[in-house]
């Protein structure tokens, strides 16, 4: 599937290199101040993979790190299950928090990653808004070329 995914690019999204993502399941994070597991979860029918997600579960949160879907049989709703599953295995495992990471600032039907927002809002629960994360660039040019690029992406949310 993320194999399909970097041949196609759907909706012109920026999409990491299967490297990153070899590197997000093979990483050690138990040796890291805060330990963490990584799953690989995924939907099939039929021996056919409908929708895969990242799901990492930390002390007492649990988080939907990355995920992709098929465009083949939507109507089985292979992402909403994966994230149903996921969010049960959160409480078997005691987590008391589930983030669902980014989504617009509201349900604007305008916004290019408005699907984005009624997908993850669609489940309930509470929309909280943090900071974000912070970047410390170590080589200011390459940097600046970075977030012209990031700024400039489809859906990136500047408000």
Known sequence: MLRDIHKKK??????NDLSYFETVLTT??????????????????DGEPLAAMFQT????RSSYLYGASSSE??????PYALQWQAIQNAREQGCTEYDM???????DPTHPMFGLYQFKSGFGGQIYRSMGCWDY???????????????????????
């Open 73 to 78: 049989k939507r109507n089985f709703m292979a």
């Open 101 to 107: 990471f980014g989504i617009s600032r509201g349900p």
């Open 28 to 45: 050690n994070a138990g040796q890291s101040s805060s330990p963490a597991e990584v799953f690989l979860m995924m939907a099939e029918h």
């Open 57 to 60: 579960i930390t002390s007492h």
């Open 10 to 15: 759907p909706n012109n999204l920026f999409v």
């Open 137 to 159: 660039p170590l080589n200011e040019e390459k940097y600046q070329v970075f977030r012209s690029l990031e700024m400039n992406s489809q859906g990136f949310d500047n408000n």
